[in-house]
């Protein structure tokens, strides 16, 4: 075999993340309430739209969590009989295999996008043996062009067949969602296209095809440009932004989805404890996150993530390959926001429960001789699920940011690890220079904004669908 699959801890975790919510997606299928609460969530053009982009961030995260070693080529002079199979240390994912123009060419400094010259002068030596500071040409970026060549034409003619190419791949979805839908719904197939072009359906599949068509059209820009052209530019080192940006949604996605799976089963279990027993264990509940809420978030978070870093630089042998170690960093940054931001969901869970104990169906069961654990299970938990999703629809975001300020601090991730934060923070000192180097910090915002904004509009969707107070 041409490479060998390697498995992180962070990759083990978003698998049974992705089969957890397939199984959540089967179960809510099968409840009524839950399948009419997700019909409402799916009626609204704005969540559909929102939960396309998110789809298509999760995409991009799956094929960066399918990582491997690629096999080095047999040593000169060994034959086949004897030669050893060995396998690279660096670790590479399905998505870097996707992108190996955009990894592999590799400049020597700042480029802008789309450009032929680096971004800085440099000093060349002349062929009458004199010197000349020059912007010098790109290794790579527009060098299919020759000297004095326009790049607009050549741009213009890559882009040509695009939106044709956006509109096929969008109409073939569009078909396969029409055969779908006029099996389910009974109706012809004609039809069914007509209703869903004009708004009609029952879930809003328009914005959906719309944010399809973008995705595709970016997709096939991206197919033309990609090979000749730096099309967000380069970084300090060289590298290319696009690339950085892309590698940056799986790190925005795990801290965002792990801290919340990590928070969970504190905040619930303590939260509808607290709330139904009382007495001295929601006194010492309460004063647990009391005491946490006290300390500056920062600061906890920057002890316990140094302390950690201590840890694993003590101990190189637990780890083969340095992604690993990287990824034994975000596991533990993932790990220390989630047992650090519970306090709030723990809180509203607890003020929930203390309505939900006093209900009639609750003091039934009690009379009825039903255990604690029972009533928690079947009566409380159910009753408050909802609260517990909006919740995690709202942190997802916040998360997002978070990792981002932790990283632009320094205590955020790996430096080996790529993420908004990081890009940022590299980006961060260049914005003094003149002229600014504004094209780090544009990607890593804009990457950053559609996916924070995307999670936003779902959870306002799903907290609308979801919250009994807003029902009519």
């Given at each position: ?28 299928r ?24 998110l789809?298509?961030?999760v ?16 040593g000169?002079?060994?034959s ?15 998505l ?14 700042y480029?802008?996008p ?8 440099e ?137 919340t ?41 920057a ?46 869970l ?23 654990a ?47 934060g ?17 094209w ?33």
């Amino acid at each position: 075999m041409s490479f060998q699959p390697v498995l992180l801890f962070t990759d083990l975790l978003v698998f049974i993340l992705i089969v957890c919510t397939v199984l959540f997606a089967s179960q809510a299928r099968r409840h009524a309430p839950s399948r009419e609460a997700w019909r409402r969530v799916g009626r609204q053009p704005a969540a559909m739209a929102s939960a396309a982009i998110l789809s298509i961030f999760v995409v991009i995260g799956f094929m960066d969590s399918l990582h491997f070693r690629p096999q080095l080529p047999p040593g000169q002079g060994e034959s086949a009989e004897v030669q050893k199979v060995a396998y690279s240390s660096e670790v590479l994912s399905l998505l870097d295999a996707l992108l190996t123009p955009l990894r592999t060419q590799q400049e020597k400094t700042y480029s802008a996008p789309f450009a032929r010259e680096s971004f800085q002068r440099e000093t060349v030596e002349q062929a009458d043996g004199g010197q000349a500071r020059i912007y010098p040409r790109l290794k790579y970026g527009a060098s299919h062009l020759e000297e004095g060549e326009s790049r607009l034409p050549d741009i213009v003619r890559r882009l040509a067949w695009t939106p044709l190419q956006s509109l096929i791949a969008t109409g073939a979805l569009l078909c396969l969602l029409a055969v779908g839908v006029a099996r389910s719904r009974g109706i012809e197939l004609a039809v069914t296209v007509r209703h869903i072009l004009t708004g009609r359906t029952e879930l809003a599949w328009r914005p959906v095809l719309a944010v399809i068509f973008l995705a595709a059209l970016l997709l096939a820009a991206g197919v033309a440009l990609v090979p000749h052209y730096h099309v967000l530019g380069t970084d300090k080192v060289g590298q290319d932004v696009l690339y950085l940006s892309l590698k940056s949604v799986r790190t925005g996605l795990v801290i965002g989805t792990l801290t919340t799976l990590i928070m969970l089963p504190f905040a619930v279990a303590l939260g509808i404890v607290a709330g139904y027993l009382g007495g001295w264990v929601d006194d010492a509940i309460q004063y647990l996150y009391t005491v946490l809420n006290s300390i500056p978030s920062v600061l906890l978070i920057a002890a316990s993530v140094l302390m950690m870093q201590v840890m694993i630089d003590t101990h190189p042998q637990w780890f083969d390959t340095a992604a690993e170690r990287a990824d034994a960093r975000l596991l533990a940054l993932c790990a220390i926001l989630g047992m650090t931001s519970w306090t709030g969901l723990c809180r509203l869970l607890r003020g929930e429960t203390l309505k939900l104990r006093e209900l009639d169906y609750v003091q039934a069961a009690r009379a009825f001789g039903a255990s604690t654990a029972q009533i928690l299970r079947r009566h409380i938990l159910p009753n408050v699920m909802h609260i517990v999703l909006i919740s995690v629809a709202l942190d997802f975001s916040s998360l997002v940011l978070a990792e981002a300020v932790l990283s632009y601090v320094g205590i955020g991730v790996d430096p080996s690890t790529v993420s908004f934060g990081s890009m940022i923070n590299a980006a961060r000192a260049e914005l003094a220079r003149e002229p600014v180097v504004w094209w780090s910090l544009a990607s890593a915002f804009g990457f950053m904004l559609a996916l924070v904004l995307a999670a936003n509009l779902f959870a306002d969707a799903v907290r609308d669908a979801f919250d009994p107070r807003r029902q009519i």
